[in-house]
C-alpha cells in the first residue's frame, strides 16, 4: 500500500518514485579539440502526488487534513504503488483537493474519500 511517512492511501496517481540521477555537465576548453564531463552533483525534479485516503467521517476529513499539513517541510519515507520505497523525501506542500462523499463504502465504513494533492522531493 503506497504512502507518506505515516500516512497510507487507498490510492495513489503520479509518477513513481524517482531515483537521484548524477548531474553531469560538459567541459569545453578554447583551443583544445573534444570535451570532458564532470559529475557535479545527484539531484531529481519536485513531483507530484495525487492521494486517495478513505475516512469514516466529516469530522475525520478536518483532522487527517490537519494532520497533512503538520508534516510540511519534514522529511519522509515514501513507498509508491509499486512498492518501491524511498527515504528522505521533503514534502514541500499539501493541498485538499476534493472530499468525496461514498454511498456504497468500500472500505467498509468509509464515508468520505480526502483527494490531496502532495508536491515532494527527494533529497538523497
Do not use: H
Not at 102 to 123: D, F, H, I, K, R
Amino acid at each position: 500500500m503506497a504512502g507518506i511517512g505515516s500516512f497510507t492511501f487507498i490510492q495513489v496517481d503520479g509518477p513513481p518514485l524517482p531515483a537521484l540521477a548524477e548531474n553531469v555537465e560538459r567541459i569545453e576548453r578554447q583551443g583544445i579539440d573534444g570535451q570532458a564531463y564532470r559529475a557535479t552533483s545527484r539531484k531529481t525534479e519536485p513531483f507530484q502526488w495525487t492521494t486517495t485516503a478513505a475516512i469514516t467521517s466529516l469530522a475525520n476529513a478536518d483532522t487527517l487534513i490537519s494532520s497533512y499539513y503538520s508534516v510540511r517541510g519534514s522529511l519522509a519515507v515514501c513507498v509508491d504503488d509499486f512498492g518501491r520505497t524511498v527515504s528522505n523525501v521533503m514534502i514541500r506542500d499539501v493541498r485538499p483537493n476534493r472530499l468525496i462523499p461514498v454511498l456504497n463504502s468500500a472500505p467498509v465504513g468509509t464515508a468520505y474519500l480526502v483527494q490531496c494533492v502532495w508536491l515532494l522531493e527527494p533529497t538523497q
